[in-house]
């Protein structure tokens, strides 16, 4: 489709003066149903490409195992991108941050102790050729060398905020080349001198990431990079949300004045995010200090160019009014109407079946004398149940889950005793053992890992053990519970408990269309509808709604199945024709 070179502070695209004017998009957070409506709403906003990052965790879930099908069908998205007559910006890590689990990194890098993340390091990078290997062979013929779409490849992401490691650059851009990948490569960073200093390669073009302040912000990159085009990266419109805390938005006038500054300069853009879309099952990332954990929420929203389920918003018109001014043949009249939902209104749960009575129907355990974080199970995302027996007659006196991810519900003979969360060490929990012991059971659910900084090898599940004093409790059954097939459940009728349980319910649907889940009197967990993870719901917010896109449901009966981890009098759902995000 083009070549792209530069030519002092220009893009050229085959030899002619080209300014990419770019909205970010990540194809496994769409359902492929929606990436021709998502892709052609951002041609007419005045785009002419698309970003996205690469799922490396998603792509190879087990070491071996590739998966390029459904959403994660990334040439099917390039093909679609090209058919538009959209150029694409690649950005395949294999770090890519995106608030995604482990910043993209699959679960099981964390096994090898040999590994050191993000450096010159052998066993690490064996991995990653492997995984660029086989990734690059479906996106080589895609590249504009070979007359596709793919102008431009990133190295890395944003590594100044991590290291120094030319070496690791280097080799990184290595294996493009050695599998014939020869487009304009570029690094991203934020304009702080330490990250650019880091983060940069030579001959290879830098690019920046920012908000705002394009005139204050763009005379730091030439100081390490004189008489190149300028390029904004990750023109950051909006955030993401955490847990806990309130759904972040951006004035749209703000927003769009930001990006005027941006390209009244002469610089290039991409819209960080035009499109957020949804984290779909266990997919999210978080955010992690020495002193602090925070999650990101199922809804990848985003307060984006496009809503979470695909509807233009205010800054939509902003943008393109702005963007008018830039490009010719803008079409600045049109307008959208919101696409098809549907309130299918409450729907009666009738059906239980409890977690510890359905351990067998879920997964295999393993026994071990200690108990083992969720990676050395084999298992990346989800849930451990850990089991074990403490003795007594004992004195009341501290019991510890010592550096337990991310949320721990303890359990005595099957009765819910607390809930630990991130790190039970910190918690002062006392308890008295009678004569005759208790069981001790203890659901553990990793909320993601850290997906950004310094502190992100973390094991989840138990990770140094449980204690009672200074003594560690041994001889632990575990239950893997990834949940990825919940369908051999067997349900009984509904009995009221305090208990983990999921509860079942089918709604028969006539007119299929989008539509949103709440679930009032719920407090926390995950939710399925025709064997689909939509995933996590808590009711400490922002978000309320679980997402539901059309091609999930069906004509005819259709299935929703909700694990509730404390138990509910409230057996019912509603499927509502609105997000609230909060």
């Known amino acids: 489709m083009g070549k792209l070179t530069t030519e002092g502070r220009k893009f050229l695209l085959d ?24 892709m052609i709403k951002m041609k007419e906003m005045g785009c002419n490409t698309i970003e996205t990052y690469v799922p490396w965790k998603l792509h190879e879930p087990k070491e071996g195992e590739f998966h390029f099908e459904n ?32 910043g993209g990194f699959p679960g099981w890098l964390i096994k090898d102790k040999n590994i050191e993340l993000r450096s010159f390091n052998e066993a690490y990078l064996s991995k990653v050729e492997n995984f660029f290997n086989v990734l690059l062979k479906y996106v080589k013929p895609l590249t504009s060398s070979y007359g596709g779409p793919i102008i431009a490849l ?32 570029f690094t991203s960073d934020n304009p702080e001198h330490h990250m650019i200093q880091g983060g940069s390669l030579e001959d290879t073009l830098i690019t920046l ?53 941006i390209l009244s300069m002469g610089a290039s853009v991409n819209i960080y995010m035009f499109h957020g879309g949804t984290n779909f099952g266990f ?47 803008v ?6 109407e919101p696409a098809k939902k549907r309130a299918y209104g409450k729907v009666a749960l009738t059906e239980q079946a409890n977690l510890f009575d359905s351990l067998d129907q879920l997964s295999i355990p393993v026994q071990n004398s200690t108990p083992l974080p969720m990676e050395k199970l084999g298992q990346d995302m989800g849930f451990v149940l850990y089991r074990s027996f403490i003795s007594g007659k004992r004195k009341e006196d501290s019991f510890y889950i010592q550096d337990v991810k991310d949320r721990a519900i303890l359990f005595l003979d099957q009765k819910p005793i607390r809930t630990f969360e991130h790190d039970g060490v910190k918690d002062d929990f006392r308890l ?55 369908s051999q459940l067997e349900y009984h009728e509904i009995a009221e408990t305090d208990n983990p349980a999921f509860y079942r319910g089918i709604i028969e649907i006539g007119d299929v269309a989008d539509t949103f889940m709440i679930l ?63």
């Not at 058919?83 to 694409?88: K, M, W």
């Not at 955010?287 to 800054?315: F, M, V």
């Not at 079409?331 to 959208?336: I, S, V």
């Open 432 to 486: 008295a053992v009678p004569p005759e012991g208790y069981q001790v059971d203890i659901l553990v659910e990793s909320l993601g890992r850290a997906n950004y900084g310094p502190y992100m090898d973390d094991y989840k599940g138990i990770t140094k053990g449980v204690r009672y004093q200074n003594q560690f409790i041994h001889d632990w059954t575990m239950v893997p519970l990834p949940l990825n097939d919940v």
């Open 331 to 336: 079409n600045t009249t049109k307008k959208y």
């Open 154 to 185: 990133q190295i890395e992401n944003e590594y100044g905020a991590f290291g120094t490691d030319k070496k690791y650059l280097n080799a990184l851009k290595d294996i493009y080349l050695k599998n014939g990948i020869n487009e304009l490569f």
């Open 71 to 102: 959403e994660l069908d990334v040439v099917k998205y390039i093909e679609t991108a090209k058919s538009l007559g959209l150029y694409v910006i690649f950005r395949p890590g294999p770090y890519i941050c995106a608030e995604l689990d482990f």
């Open 520 to 582: 009032p009197g719920f407090t926390k967990g995950i939710a399925f509808i025709n064997g689909f993870n939509l995933g996590r719901y808590w009711e400490k917010g922002p978000t309320q709604t679980l997402y539901i896109p059309k091609n999930l449901l069906k004509t005819g009966k259709n299935e929703i199945v909700v694990f509730e981890l404390h138990g509910t009098k409230q057996y019912e759902i509603e499927l509502i024709d609105h997000l609230v995000l909060g």
């Open 283 to 329: 997919t999210n990332g978080a955010n992690r200090s020495l002193t602090s954990y925070d999650p990101t929420i199922n809804s990848y929203d985003y307060d984006a160019i496009l809503d979470e389920c695909g509807d233009p918003t205010q800054k939509y018109y902003l943008f393109r009014d702005v963007i008018a001014k830039y490009v010719k043949g």
């Open 209 to 261: 990431n920012f908000g705002s302040g394009a005139r204050e912000r763009f005379p730091i990159l030439d100081q390490y990079q004189e008489n190149k085009p300028y390029m904004v990266m990750e023109f950051w419109i909006g955030w993401f949300d955490t847990w806990g805390l309130h759904h972040h938005t951006r004035n749209p006038v703000d927003a769009a004045k930001a990006l005027d500054e």
């Open 15 to 38: 030899g002619k003066p080209f300014r990419i004017i770019s909205g970010a998009m990540h194809y496994w957070r769409v359902m492929p149903i929606y990436w021709e409506d998502r």
